[in-house]
């Protein structure tokens, strides 16, 4: 799953020919843990739907819809990774050993 998801996305970044969707998609591959779906196992069926609802948004040639399908998707993505974090640092200051 994580070598397809980063598939698609290059192949979107491509597709796009966007300098400033490539600086995203650099910063995020910086942050996201590449064990995300293993962290987040609901996360994987949720990124199939998004991703082919914004294919299906691009195929339309439906850019706003595709542009907030896409939005949507960084964010509940960034949204649950974020909570994780939150969980992990207040481990930490607390001394517990993360599972």
Do not use: C
């Not at 799953?1 to 966007?18: E, I, P, Q, T």
């Not at 910063?27 to 962290?39: I, S, T």
């Not at 850019?63 to 399908?69: C, G, L, N, S």
Request: overall charge positive; cysteine-free; aromatic content about 6%.
């Amino acid at each position: 799953m994580v070598a397809a998801n980063r598939r698609f996305h290059r192949a979107l970044n491509l597709a796009a020919r966007s300098p400033r969707l490539l600086t995203y998609l650099r910063q995020a591959v910086r942050v996201v843990p590449g064990n995300y779906f293993e962290l987040f196992p609901e996360a994987e069926q949720r990124s199939k739907e998004e991703h082919a609802a914004l294919l299906e948004a691009m195929i339309r040639g439906d850019a706003p819809a595709a542009r907030a399908i896409a939005e949507a998707h960084v964010l509940s993505a960034g949204e649950a990774l974020g909570g994780w974090l939150a969980v992990r640092a207040a481990q930490h200051r607390d001394g517990i050993t993360p599972a």
